[in-house]
């Protein structure tokens, strides 16, 4: 298929970073997790699970588009349904943004855990339309989309991290046994 050729390199590249990604978000997770919070899981479904899913979802797409398919038709079928899953999926972590009691978000959580995965997951499900008749211009979209959810996922995951050592902390000092 010609629309696909050539995207071996940049796939392999985005695909593993964003598995390599996932890898490291569940290290951090993990020693995060040596002081829980109160509702710590309510917040995390808001803000720490999504960079996995959008890392995920990078994954499959990377996986997607590198399967010498015999016509563009069926790995579009398959990232719109990522685009249209990845709006569903939205629409439910701003909910959760909305309801969890631990952390206020401010504007920029909204803008990089509700607005920009929209718009990345609505250029996934609009390029999958277009990709009959405009195949070389889809897949463009398709990889800007796969490297906004990537960047997305590591912004998240920083602000995350940051939150968690520089406010968390020193706000909850371990306390010392003697």
């Given at each position: 298929?010609?629309?696909?050729?050539?995207?071996?390199?940049?796939?392999?590249?985005?695909?593993?970073?964003?598995?390599?990604?996932i890898?490291?978000?569940?290290?951090v997770?993990t020693?995060?997790?040596?002081?829980?919070?109160?509702?710590?899981?309510?917040?995390?479904?808001?803000?720490?699970?999504?960079?996995?899913?959008?890392?995920?979802?990078?994954?499959?797409?990377?996986?997607?588009?590198?399967?010498?398919?015999?016509?563009?038709?069926?790995?579009?079928?398959?990232?719109?349904?990522?685009?249209?899953?990845?709006?569903?999926?939205?629409?439910?972590?701003?909910?959760?943004?909305?309801?969890?009691?631990?952390?206020?978000?401010?504007?920029?959580?909204?803008?990089?855990?509700?607005?920009?995965?929209?718009?990345?997951?609505?250029?996934?499900?609009?390029?999958a339309c277009?990709?009959?008749?405009?195949?070389?211009?889809?897949?463009?979209?398709?990889?800007?989309?796969?490297?906004?959810?990537?960047?997305?996922?590591?912004?998240?995951?920083?602000?995350?991290?940051?939150?968690?050592?520089?406010?968390?902390?020193r706000?909850?000092?371990?306390?010392?046994?003697?």
């Amino acid at each position: 298929m010609t629309a696909l050729g050539g995207w071996e390199n940049f796939y392999v590249i985005v695909g593993s970073s964003a598995g390599a990604l996932i890898g490291l978000q569940f290290v951090v997770l993990t020693l995060i997790a040596e002081r829980p919070m109160l509702r710590m899981a309510e917040a995390g479904a808001a803000f720490a699970t999504p960079n996995v899913v959008h890392f995920g979802f990078v994954l499959l797409l990377s996986a997607i588009v590198s399967i010498p398919w015999s016509s563009i038709t069926t790995a579009a079928v398959l990232w719109g349904l990522v685009g249209v899953c990845g709006i569903v999926y939205v629409a439910l972590v701003a909910r959760r943004m909305k309801v969890q009691t631990i952390y206020p978000p401010v504007s920029e959580d909204w803008l990089f855990h509700v607005i920009f995965p929209k718009a990345a997951y609505v250029m996934l499900a609009v390029s999958a339309c277009a990709a009959h008749a405009h195949a070389r211009p889809a897949v463009f979209v398709v990889g800007a989309a796969a490297l906004l959810l990537l960047f997305i996922g590591i912004h998240n995951a920083w602000d995350a991290i940051t939150y968690h050592v520089f406010v968390q902390r020193r706000e909850h000092p371990k306390s010392e046994k003697h």
